[in-house]
């Protein structure tokens, strides 16, 4: 994330991150309304506000997103059933992101943010293999 | 062939097919042997990350954003995006009787071409010194084999002694004599069979040294038949700054397993100037904010948390020891600059070494009057205490008459006497390197010098006179050195014995 | 004077006149021995010879004794420098004695510590040799393990790939939905 040194500036970042969110999460309209309000500002320091919004905006939407990679098939009930329990478990709720990957071999492999659990049959091998 | 298969097959068997939890972070820049790392949110501060190819770093800054981490090795294969995972754990480094004898480089790795390392225990290098309640007092004499050290600045087991002076002064060679003389003390000792005795163990830490010299020094220490009790832990020039500023607190984490196992172990940095430079690189690069002379502020506790690890233990806590032997070079003999200063406070005393000594000739060129042990002389043997006791006075008393030597002719014979006495001490202490003299040959020539008997020899031949009383007392008078030794006091009756072998060597003695 | 000679020529004269028919006073008269300077001449002879035995013989004999004196003195002194020189002779006798056998002794010393100095080189000699060996031994030991530990490496990742390769073709699409469906379940439980 960019550091902004102004006080202020670093609260008008906060602020735009915090009327971009619905229920926790980026919402692309809120997102779009933000950026309207701003574009108008003809200081110094927007590209900097923008660059420092974008870098909160993407930390948040990987901090929020549920990515699901497995191999084979999956029930869209199971993956739901999943998010559920996730969303439950983290107390915040999530952005599914699920595609499959069949270089796993078998399982699967879930991350939200920097946490990962891997309980798929290629990690089991690299794991073997180091 | 097919115990190998079978080792693959139980591998196999007890893979842990349990779902891992990871936490990952990428790679935003690299450089300098530094990483910036985006996420790692749950990295702990000096925690084991772990980069592609089994790279290994550490996490320094815990920002807002972004973790901070000096890689050790390697970092030609790394790139921005590679995914980085912390490994839960501290850096250890392996620790043993195994590694003795072994050239280890800062993480442990064996670098000898002796195969691997078998070690059963690993220790974080950093490591919270032992506290007041678990230490005890230094009572135990830590033999450097050169003469003017062991009568006026002693060292003893768990104490810190400093080594501090420009290049090219003899600092390393002060430490490789004392590892060579411990070297053979534990082999008297243990060839003794004496349940009582304890070995002294060496580690030598060298950083930021050349290779040539790292690899002169392996050998000398090799001829001497000193490896099998050293292990030396090397973070050459070449080494990227975080080898270099972790390989002392490696060095010391295998030393505190030898204190741990209730054993004594006597660790050299050589030297700390070049570890606190690496460390000032790596906090500049990690955008730490500079201090005086550009060092950042912590760079104090850099070295004191490394030197309060070197302690002796009382016997509730094992009785072991960790003595430290730290090397400073100075610029033009500045002992008030920051990091020497820095050092000097930390330190239980220091052994000033000055070129301008080392270029008269006096080797090793100790300024005594610079130098100080604050153990002193409860780190001496009796029989050393004895003898030694009045010649720190008398070398300064020297000093200070010195200025008059030139009027030779017009002094009174009190003070001709002090200054005649004043030099043969000076001869008297000069040694060649790699050549330390045992306990008991120091007792004998330092009380033949405080009883007269090299008054009569001239001045430039005091240093064969020296020589022939040492080979007289090593045949002759072998028996008086074995009750020296192992007495370990002046009785009188040693006393009269050595009295009488010193005279009987003295009938012998012709002056060129 | 004059009356101690009135004296002895009266008493020579009575002498003369009585002994005119002596043998002996004829015999002084025929050799015209004068009575009175022949006592006049005894007087003198006895006034020199004691002026000679006052002032001459008395200091030569005292001279001639000092010089006796001296010359026993001196023999003495000189048998006196013959015993000392004969103990001297003894006791340098006793120190070359002694000289020799301390050089003896000393010879025997340096051979005893050559003999030990050859044996415990022979020893060390043996020692290093072992050493060698054990050395030697140690370094094909360690090399084995180096080579067991690398064939052990190569192997287990052949086996790992061929493994992978083996189950990606031979894994059915419906054990691999089971395997993705049960790993969800487990990370849930997590």
């Not at chain 3, 005894?42 to 006052?54: P, R």
């Not at chain 3, 000393?106 to 050493?131: M, P, Y």
């Amino acid at each position: 994330m960019l550091k902004i040194k102004d006080r202020r500036q670093r609260m008008l970042v906060k602020r735009m991150v915090e009327l971009s969110l619905k229920d926790g999460i980026p919402d692309p309209e809120r997102v779009e309304a933000v950026l309207a309000a701003v574009r108008n500002q003809t200081s110094r320091s927007h590209r900097i506000i923008l660059k420092s919004y974008l870098g909160a905006i993407r930390s948040l939407i990987r901090e929020s997103t549920l990515e699901v990679v497995y191999a084979g098939e999956l029930d869209p009930q199971a993956i739901d059933s999943f998010l559920k329990s996730m969303e439950t478990r983290m107390n915040r709720n999530l952005i599914l992101d699920s595609r499959e990957d069949s270089s796993l071999i078998a399982g699967s492999r879930v991350t939200i943010g920097d946490h990962v659990w891997d309980a798929s049959l290629r990690g089991l091998v690299a794991r073997l293999i180091n | 062939m097919s115990s190998i298969i079978e080792t693959i097959e139980n591998e196999i068997r007890n893979l842990e097919t349990a779902v891992r939890k990871e936490n990952i972070g990428h790679i935003l820049s690299i450089a300098d042997g530094v990483a910036r790392i985006d996420g790692l949110s749950d990295v702990m501060y000096n925690e084991m990350i772990e980069f592609p190819g089994g790279i290994i770093g550490q996490a320094l800054n815990l920002n807002e954003g972004e973790v901070g981490s000096v890689v050790f090795g390697d970092i030609s294969s790394l790139k921005e995006g590679d995914e980085v995972k912390t490994t839960g754990r501290l850096f250890s480094v392996p620790v043993g009787m195994c590694l003795l004898g072994r050239v280890v480089d800062a993480l442990g790795n064996p670098i000898d071409g002796k195969g691997p390392i078998e070690a059963k225990e690993f220790y974080p290098v950093e490591k919270i010194a032992p506290g007041i309640i678990p230490r005890r007092s230094v009572n135990q004499p830590v033999q450097t084999g050169i003469m003017s050290i062991d009568s006026m600045i002693p060292i003893g087991r768990g104490q810190r002694e400093l080594i501090i002076g420009d290049r090219a002064t003899g600092k390393t060679t002060i430490a490789i004599d004392t590892i060579i003389n411990q070297a053979r003390i534990n082999d008297e000792g243990i060839a003794s069979g004496d349940p009582e005795f304890r070995p002294l163990y060496s580690i030598y830490v060298a950083v930021g040294q050349k290779n040539a010299n790292v690899a002169r020094t392996i050998r000398t220490l090799e001829q001497a038949d000193a490896m099998k009790y050293t292990i030396i832990v090397s973070a050459p020039a070449a080494d990227n700054p975080a080898n270099q500023y972790i390989a002392p607190f490696s060095g010391a984490a295998m030393g505190e397993w030898f204190m741990a196992e209730g054993k004594d172990a006597l660790i050299v940095y050589d030297d700390l100037s070049k570890q606190a430079v690496a460390y000032r690189q790596i906090s500049l690069i990690l955008k730490r904010p500079a201090g005086r002379e550009a060092f950042p502020g912590d760079v104090f506790y850099l070295h004191s948390r490394l030197l309060e690890r070197a302690a002796r233990l009382n016997q509730e806590n094992g009785g072991g020891s960790l003595t430290a032997l730290p090397i400073i070079e100075t610029q033009a003999g500045d002992i008030s600059a920051y990091i020497p200063t820095n050092v000097i406070s930390i330190t239980d005393g220091q052994i000033f070494l000055e070129t301008d000594l080392f270029n008269q000739g006096i080797r090793p060129a100790i300024a005594v009057g610079l130098s100080v042990s604050r153990v002193g002389s409860s780190a001496q043997t009796k029989a050393l205490k004895k003898v030694a006791g009045q010649i720190k006075l008398q070398l300064a008393q020297f000093r200070e008459l010195a200025a008059f030597a030139q009027f030779g002719s017009d002094l009174d014979p009190k003070t001709k006497a002090q200054l005649d006495r004043g030099s043969r001490i000076v001869e008297l202490f000069k040694q060649p390197a790699l050549k330390p003299f045992s306990m008991e040959v120091e007792v004998g020539i330092v009380w033949a010098m405080q009883n007269d008997f090299f008054d009569d020899i001239p001045l430039d031949q005091i240093t064969r006179a020296k020589l022939s009383l040492q080979d007289h007392l090593q045949g002759r008078g072998s028996s008086v050195l074995d009750s020296i030794k192992k007495k370990k006091e002046l009785t009188d009756e040693i006393a009269a014995a050595l009295r009488k072998t010193v005279e009987e060597w003295k009938q012998t003695w012709t002056n060129d | 004077m004059k009356i101690w000679f009135q004296i002895a020529a009266d008493t020579v004269g009575a002498a003369t006149d009585a002994a005119s028919t002596n043998p002996i006073s004829r015999l002084l008269i025929n050799f015209h021995v004068d009575t009175e300077r022949f006592v006049a001449q005894v007087l003198a002879i006895l006034i020199v010879f004691v002026a000679l035995w006052l002032f001459a013989s008395k200091p030569i004999l005292k001279t001639m004794d000092e010089r006796r004196k001296k010359i026993s003195d001196g023999l003495e002194y000189a048998e006196e420098m013959k015993q000392k020189l004969a103990e001297a002779e003894k006791r340098q006798a006793e120190i070359m004695k002694e000289a020799a056998l301390e050089a003896k002794r000393i010879s025997e010393d340096a051979q005893a510590k050559a003999r030990e100095l050859v044996d415990r080189s022979a020893a060390e000699t043996a020692r290093r040799n072992e050493e060698m060996v054990a050395r030697t031994r140690e370094a094909l030991e360690l090399e084995r393990k180096q080579m067991v530990s690398e064939v052990r490496e190569q192997v287990s990742r052949l086996v790992a790939i061929t493994s992978s390769k083996v189950l990606q073709r031979e894994l059915s699409a419906e054990e691999k939905t089971r395997f993705a469906n049960a790993s969800l379940k487990e990370i849930a439980q997590q």
